[in-house]
């Protein structure tokens, strides 16, 4: 990936755009937030949330227009990761209450840019950005949100907001799991064959447009009513799980290079078998332990259990040919760099499966709830936005 200096594919897009620099004598904001955790009802509407402030000289402030939603979302209102978040939070960041709360979901962004620390080099005031959050820090269901600027990208100039926002968590996932861990780039997917488990979701929309972007074979398994709208996405070859055992309607295809794991569970006792044997071939899972053992053990008990587990299971596949990895989501200006690049090109579209206003978070989230994702979730936050 390139780590070069970062330049704006424009910077007149943003000329135009009026905003209010009122923020500078303001210390509240309005914002979705919990003071616990629990269920839909926790989620609580405020006016007063506490305006975040700039710390550390790369911080950039970014209106937010548009804020997407994950399954994460669902898991971080309920507690998930509290243990291992609340080691990684700044406690700088941290309100006066001395915890967490009252905590701001959400992990995507589209916005533009308010304020920048005196150490940002290469973006200004009024840019418009797309980013993915770090789930320990404050989120985007709110006015503002305070972002390292390694962490941000100039905005496809082909998508509005609302569309930008339903990209970058999956986006930074997927390619951290396919990239960094999977090892595959533009210039060696052409021969490759990838599954895809769990292809109609957030991560499965963008991962199967990437992919054959890239010159990929790309099977994807899915429900039998997401089958049409995964082959619009490009998929080659569609497997429904639900009309009978999956693993058997896979074991009869070509063996694969690399399987993307989204669904997990029971998918690790068979999928490892659909890998071509001692050719490099990789399963990397994205549902993995790591999370709820630091939740039940404490970090640092959870941490060695996640280590022996993750040791045990790769050195057992090793031992069979095929390497066995857990992907994460991972920040990441750069890539999204790049994949701001595909899109305005016309390669990747956002999946946007249904957008709410502000007002109705508490809907977004019971929506997100049902599961049966076809695409993504998305919340017009500010009307300055499209
Ligand atoms: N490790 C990490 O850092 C990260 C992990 N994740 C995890 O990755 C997974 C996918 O995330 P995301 O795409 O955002 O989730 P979504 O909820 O957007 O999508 C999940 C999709 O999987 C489908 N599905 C459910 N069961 C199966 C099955 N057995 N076989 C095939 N498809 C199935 C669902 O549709 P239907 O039920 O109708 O079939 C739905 O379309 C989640 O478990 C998430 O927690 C995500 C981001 C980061």
Excluded at 82 to 111: H, N, Q, Y
Excluded at 168 to 177: D, E, F, G, H, I
Excluded at 284 to 313: C, H, I, W, Y
Excluded at 337 to 360: H, L, Y
Aim: proline residues 5%.
């Amino acid at each position: 990936m390139k780590a070069c200096a970062r330049n704006p594919p424009s910077r007149l897009q943003n000329q135009s755009r009026r905003i209010s620099t009122s923020r500078r004598c303001r210390d509240v904001m309005p914002a979705w937030v919990i003071d616990k955790y629990g269920s839909n009802d926790v989620l609580r509407f405020t006016r007063n949330a506490s305006f975040p402030s700039i710390t550390y000289p790369n911080e950039v402030m970014v209106k937010v227009f548009a804020a997407g939603l994950n399954p994460l979302d669902v898991s971080m209102r309920g507690g998930y990761g509290a243990a291992t978040l609340s080691m990684k939070r700044d406690p700088l960041s941290i309100s006066r209450s001395g915890s967490e709360f009252p905590l701001i979901l959400g992990r995507d962004v589209s916005g533009v840019i308010m304020e920048c620390g005196l150490g940002v080099k290469y973006f200004q005031e009024r840019d418009e950005v797309w980013a993915a959050i770090p789930p320990w820090k404050q989120g985007s269901l709110a006015e503002f949100v305070v972002l390292s600027a390694n962490e941000i990208s100039w905005k496809p100039k082909s998508l509005s907001h609302t569309e930008a926002a339903a990209m970058p968590y999956v986006a930074a996932t997927a390619w951290s799991a396919l990239v960094n861990t999977g090892g595959l780039s533009k210039d060696n997917c052409g021969n490759k064959r990838i599954l895809i488990l769990g292809g109609s979701g957030g991560v499965g929309t963008f991962a199967i447009q990437l992919l054959k972007a890239w010159g990929a074979h790309v099977t994807v398994t899915c429900s039998q009513n997401a089958e049409q709208f995964v082959r619009g996405l490009g998929a080659d070859h569609v497997v429904d799980y639900t009309d009978g055992p999956v693993d058997v309607s896979l074991s009869g295809l070509e063996k694969f290079d690399l399987i993307l794991d989204n669904v997990g569970g029971d998918t690790e006792r068979w999928a490892l078998g659909l890998l071509k044997p001692w050719s490099g071939s990789k399963y990397v899972t994205l549902v993995t332990p790591f999370m709820q053992n630091t939740d039940r053990l404490g970090v640092a008990d959870g941490m060695m259990q996640t280590a022996a587990t993750v040791a045990s299971k790769a050195l057992k596949h090793l031992l069979r040919g095929v390497h066995y990895r857990w992907g994460f989501f991972a920040p990441s200006g750069p890539a999204l760099d790049e994949i701001r690049d595909m899109v305005d090109k016309g390669q990747i579209r956002p999946v946007v499966e249904e957008t709410f206003s502000f007002c109705q978070v508490p809907q977004a989230f019971q929506k997100l709830e049902k599961g049966h994702a076809r695409g993504k979730t998305v919340v017009r936050v500010s009307t300055g936005g499209t």
